[in-house]
T-cell receptor, first 113, second 117 residues
Framework: GDSVTQMEGPVTLSEEAFLTINCTYT??????LFWYVQYPGEGLQLLLK?????DKGSNKGFEATYRKETTSFHLEKGSVQVSDSAVYFC????????????FGSGTRLQVQP | DTAVSQTPKYLVTQMGNDKSIKCEQN?????MYWYKQDSKKFLKIMFS???????INETVPNRFSPKSPDKAHLNLHINSLELGDSAVYFC????????????????FGSGTRLTVV
């Protein structure tokens, strides 16, 4: 079945450091890919998405490129802030729409001032 | 004007009790979901309804019973609660329509933290 693998956290960075959170997936067909963010005590919020190979999703300084050849969708940000501290989830959708979103295990990011 | 609202936000109850969690969305979406998030933050789909029809029913104990009175509401009833049911339960919604193409993004509620003692 479909699956998403994320790097284990926590990832601890200093403010203004460069961020990469790795995400790879296994799926049949051509899924859409998503990054969600969960701030403490809150639900998940969509951060960005990409629906086909080579698409780049971007939002709030975060970017991720859909790489079909490496089945990856790594999240990057050039300069993190303390307010970016949260848990980040990579997810994929079944192209047929018959199954719910499949999530990775989440990666906690801690940004220190 | 909360998009997806869940009640209650916190629920503490004793083993063996029966409890319900309610979810409502005002986004005009036609599909709703229940996810369980364990202590390690892992999210697992439990159920999904599309226009009041159950479309996803993962391997979940039959003590869990979803009910969708209309496409804006999805409730979760849990019988004979066990310690292992302690988790955060998230409701989410999305729009599928008649288009069987790529899934559109979900909107999540803020979660219900269930603690069974």
């Amino acid at each position: 079945g479909d699956s998403v693998t994320q790097m284990e956290g926590p990832v601890t960075l200093s403010e203004e450091a460069f961020l990469t959170i790795n995400c790879t997936y296994t799926a049949t067909g051509y899924p859409s890919l998503f990054w969600y963010v969960q701030y403490p005590g809150e639900g998940l919020q969509l951060l960005l998405k990409a629906t086909k190979a080579d698409d780049k999703g971007s939002n709030k300084g975060f970017e991720a490129t859909y790489r079909k050849e490496t089945t990856s969708f790594h999240l990057e940000k050039g300069s993190v802030q303390v307010s970016d501290s949260a848990v980040y989830f990579c997810a994929l959708s079944d192209p047929t729409g018959r199954r719910a979103l499949t999530f990775g295990s989440g990666t906690r990011l801690q940004v220190q001032p | 004007d909360t998009a997806v609202s869940q009640t209650p936000k916190y629920l503490v109850t004793q083993m063996g009790n029966d409890k319900s969690i309610k979810c409502e969305q005002n986004l005009g979406h036609d599909t709703m979901y229940w996810y369980k998030q364990d202590s390690k933050k892992f999210l697992k789909i439990m159920f999904s309804y599309n226009n009041k029809e159950l479309i996803i029913n993962e391997t979940v104990p039959n003590r869990f019973s979803p009910k969708s009175p209309d496409k804006a509401h999805l409730n979760l009833h849990i019988n004979s609660l066990e310690l292992g049911d302690s988790a955060v339960y998230f409701c989410a919604s999305s729009y599928r329509g008649l288009d069987r193409g790529p899934v559109r993004p979900y909107t999540f509620g803020s979660g219900t933290r269930l603690t069974v003692v």
